[in-house]
């Protein structure tokens, strides 16, 4: 959420920054600002007529007193009622308005995102490569079809060396976080309403996600969790930074067909993915931000695989977020990279949502925390990436050499059988 205090004091500025990623006819700031009026202008009312009947309760009561006071109370009822309404109105405009861009962050869409970084080379093949759902189904690590039976379209399971390869993943990503001084969380998969607003997935969000009869939802990304975990408290400044990493199941309806190329499981309802994610005081977001770059970056180059990383462009950020890379992995059967992580700076915006502060050590006032998150990383794209840049002429894929010593005996090729 936006402080109302700094759009009322930049007006032009806030409008001109959220305009890189909304159409003109989707930004109102003059009635939010109007409401904020409306709003402060009723509170003012209501405290004036708390105060007066406050004066008559210490004064012996008379008949005009009573009558007074009983109008007072009409009164103050009807106007909690109206400030009620404009409450709600209000926050449901606040919560609905994105992050304001980063100012190195261009304006426009998908379409003006902006390579930065690339790592490796495009693989070259002296023979005809195969995909990667031909590549698993040959090897019988993947069963698409009996995932169709139980589930229906978008689901995959996991067979054999495909379980273990997926399972390498995990421990290497859990291991390499470890290492780097992020604190391992696992956590509920189902979270409330009151969460998924404080995270920002919601009001927007909403469809894209699976709802219980009990109006809980299946968890997105593990950022939704990880941005909860400091909801409502006030930390000591010592305590920061937090760095955590968390593991979970992502579920997404992914509404609408699916693409041809985007078989098997490029997309998907169902996948793993561990979540990097920073608590930081205000003036270290930014290197936070730096650092877990570096860290998603270094655990795909660890794995060997030509990847890229660019920088979205505003149309493109989730709402939450004022800057955000994505790192693309090569996938080779379609020609395109594809996104196996998404590291992103929020600054204030989701802990003002949560309530998320810290005690200033030196001036004894709470301030609003910053918080960051990165996929460090999503495995659903990066199975397909490895199958298929790394096979061979006999239809074998060679597993990268980090994930060996995840793997039974060491590992090293996933044979034709």
Same mark, same amino acid.
């Given at each position: ?134 590549? =698993? ?86 950022? $939704? ?39 098997? $499981? ?53 709402? =939450? ?71 061979? =002429? ?12 995840? $793997? ?10």
């Amino acid at each position: 959420m936006l402080d109302i205090k700094y759009i009322r004091d930049n007006e032009a500025k806030v409008k001109t920054a959220l305009l890189k990623r909304l159409a003109p006819e989707d930004l109102d700031l003059a009635s939010i600002l109007a409401l904020d009026d409306e709003r402060k202008e009723a509170i003012k009312k209501v405290e004036e007529l708390k105060s007066e009947r406050n004066k008559f309760s210490k004064t012996k009561p008379d008949a005009a007193t009573i009558a007074r006071m009983k109008s007072l109370g009409e009164e103050i009822a009807a106007l909690d009622r109206s400030l009620a309404k404009i409450e709600l109105e209000f926050s449901a405009k606040m919560l609905a308005l994105p992050n304001i861009p980063a100012d190195d962050v261009v304006a426009g869409g998908k379409e003006n995102n902006q390579v930065i970084y690339t790592f490796g080379e495009l693989p070259k093949f002296t023979f005809m490569p195969k995909d990667h759902v031909e590549l =698993a189904t040959s090897l019988d690590i993947i069963d698409y079809e009996r995932a169709a039976k139980m589930s229906g379209s978008g689901f995959w399971i996991y067979k054999g060396v495909g379980a273990l390869l997926e399972w390498a993943l995990l421990n290497y990503f859990i291991d390499f976080h470890t290492q780097n001084g992020y604190t391992f969380i696992i956590p509920p998969f189902l979270l409330n309403e009151a969460s998924a607003t404080a995270s920002g997935h919601l009001p927007k969000f909403r469809d894209d996600l699976f709802w219980t009869e009990d109006k809980l939802c299946l968890n997105a990304t593990s950022e $939704m969790m990880l941005g909860n975990y400091h909801r409502d408290e006030i930390l000591t400044e010592a305590e920061l930074p937090h760095k955590y990493f968390a593991y979970s199941p992502c579920f997404r309806r992914e509404a609408g067909s699916y693409r041809k190329e985007e078989r098997g $499981m490029i997309r998907g309802h169902q996948f793993n993915k561990v979540e990097m994610f920073q608590y930081t005081k205000p003036e270290e977001s930014w290197s936070a931000f730096s650092d877990m770059r570096s860290q998603a970056e270094k655990l795909l180059a660890g794995l060997g695989l030509h990847f890229q990383t660019s920088q979205l462009a505003a149309g493109d950020c989730s709402a =939450a977020m004022v800057k955000t890379l994505d790192l693309e992995v090569w996938i080779p059967s379609m020609g395109i990279y594809k996104e196996v992580s998404s590291v992103s700076n929020a600054l204030d915006y989701q802990c003002r949502r949560g309530v998320m502060r810290f005690k200033n050590k030196e001036t004894g006032k709470t301030e609003f925390m910053h918080t960051l998150n990165g996929s460090g990383l999503a495995t659903s794209r990066l199975l397909p990436a490895i199958l298929e840049q790394f096979q061979q =002429a006999d239809g074998s894929v060679i597993i990268p050499e980090v994930l060996r010593r995840f $793997m039974p005996n060491n590992l090293a090729v996933i044979a034709v059988k």
